[in-house]
């Protein structure tokens, strides 16, 4: 249609037409946020503030036998059936016409920090993060027989269920951000810690966890494995990525008998298991600086028993509270 024609748009979109009159204001003034679909408003929205002419927009019924929309139903069903996408012949959209960024009166703390992070996320991918992730989706995959997802990962990380030191540690875990092995080689004076002096070998997280032959990661998977196979949870060979994916996945994969209780047991052993190895190993190699340290099996089989005590009290206390609350609430109702 020329620009300086009138035009009337109907269609049987309620969230088109609410979302290019009603909501465009304030969509727009908070940076399009939160905005399903933006770029598509984003880009109508120009074209028709580029018009000339006045344009009216209307809601009619879909499936009603109009013979317009009817027909527009029709091409667009062609349309994402052929083999090939269908060429765009409109010009580049003049988008001088939308603002960018957010509007100082529609700011909020919640609304900027939304902004920042989107700005981040589309300007910066980790490679080390993404390589990581890959890893425990892979190693969910082929040793725990479940399918996780990125979301999944990272929400497993605030359960109720993982301490707030905890969360702290698999976050950076799982973003490879630990400082070990070649971290330390660029530093003057620090370089000795990039290699484990038990071992002699380059340090990383999966040799902390699972393979170094200094007192520790032996001992307490000893004692992690007696626990669980008293409850008779399965627990495979394990390697780093689905060490980490302990904490995000479940055992009917393995198992189609486990229970939700079985699934948080093995959580909670696992992720208080590699933490107190990750301490220990820090109590090892960094504090000696100061004093050396050295770790006997017997106290490291106590420290694994207390943690791991301290944490099941906790738990049977929060599970308790939540009952009571329960109880309450429903007394209430009554």
Not at 82 to 89: D, F, L, S, Y
Not at 173 to 196: K, S
Not at 238 to 246: E, H, K, P
Request: charged share 25%; aromatic share 6%.
């Amino acid at each position: 249609m020329p620009p300086f024609a009138p035009l009337t748009i109907k269609s049987d979109s309620r969230y088109a037409v609410d979302g290019l009159t009603i909501h465009l204001r304030d969509w727009e003034a908070k940076g399009w946020i939160g905005v399903e679909n933006a770029y598509l408003i984003k880009d109508v929205a120009a074209r028709l503030r580029a018009r000339s002419a006045t344009t009216h927009l209307q809601w009619i019924k879909g499936h009603s036998g109009i013979v317009g929309n009817e027909g527009a139903d029709r091409l667009a069903a062609a349309a994402v059936t052929q083999p090939a996408p269908c060429p765009v012949h409109l010009p580049p959209a003049p988008m001088h016409f939308i603002s960018t960024g957010v509007q100082m009166p529609a700011l909020t703390q919640k609304l900027a920090y939304q902004h920042i992070r989107k700005m981040s996320c589309a300007t910066y991918t980790r490679p080390a993060t993404n390589r990581r992730i890959a890893l425990i989706i892979e190693a969910a995959r082929s040793t725990w027989k479940v399918s996780i997802t990125h979301n999944t990962l990272w929400r497993a990380v605030r359960r109720d269920d993982m301490r707030r030191e905890l969360r702290d540690f698999w976050w950076r875990a799982q973003h490879d951000a630990l400082r070990v092995g070649r971290y330390w080689a660029n530093i003057p004076g620090y370089e000795q810690r990039a290699t484990c002096s038990s071992c002699n070998t380059e340090e990383s997280l999966e040799h902390i966890v699972l393979a170094c032959q200094a007192p520790g990661q032996q001992t307490i998977w000893t004692l992690a494995r007696a626990l669980l196979n008293q409850r008779r949870i399965p627990v495979p060979q394990l390697d780093l990525g689905s060490t980490l994916a302990a904490a995000s996945i479940t055992l009917r994969g393995l198992d189609e008998r486990s229970t939700p209780s079985d699934d948080r047991l093995l959580r909670i052993v696992t992720t208080e298991s590699v933490h107190l190895i990750w301490k220990i190993r820090c109590e090892r190699v960094i504090d000696t600086d100061t004093h050396p340290r050295a770790h006997s099996c017997s106290e490291i089989s106590h420290r694994w028993l207390a943690a791991i005590n301290r944490r099941l009290a906790i738990d049977h206390i929060s599970k308790s509270a939540g009952s009571i609350r329960a109880r309450v609430r429903q007394s209430k109702c009554i």
